[in-house]
């Protein structure tokens, strides 16, 4: 699935279009403002049908879900607040490979210390989505 991202989230957009016509594989918005400037890149040929379902789809969709998009906004705000992940994250982004080994040796001892590791990485590096 491609998604041209840029200062705006196409994901909603994406999926609305997506499901009234599953050729969809692709959106590009150059100017949210303007509908007749939005690119639908097709994975075969859609058919009459799903063409007017588009149309139809396009006009409806609120622009606001491409700026904000109701779930994404507050868990990024709540992870880019706490700063423990901000830490770790920096941490991880200027340690050495034998930092990183280094620091995995001390906090990961069993699968619940290392499952506790892993989810800080990964709420870490989800600060940069």
Request: charged share 15%; net charge negative.
């Amino acid at each position: 699935m491609g998604i041209a991202m840029g200062t705006i989230n196409l994901v909603p957009l994406h999926v609305a279009l997506a499901k009234v016509c599953p050729t969809v594989c692709g959106v590009s918005v150059p100017n949210q403002n303007d509908r007749s400037t939005w690119v639908i890149q097709h994975d075969g040929t859609p058919t009459d049908a799903q063409l007017a379902a588009l149309s139809m789809a396009i006009t409806d969709f609120d622009i606001r879900f491409l700026t904000n998009p109701p779930a994404d906004t507050a868990r990024v705000s709540a992870l880019k607040s706490d700063a423990a992940r901000a830490d770790l994250l920096t941490r991880l982004q200027t340690a050495t490979p034998a930092e990183i080994d280094s620091w995995l040796s001390t906090n990961v001892k069993d699968f619940a210390s290392a499952t506790t590791v892993l989810s800080s990485i990964i709420k870490a590096l989800a600060i940069t989505s």
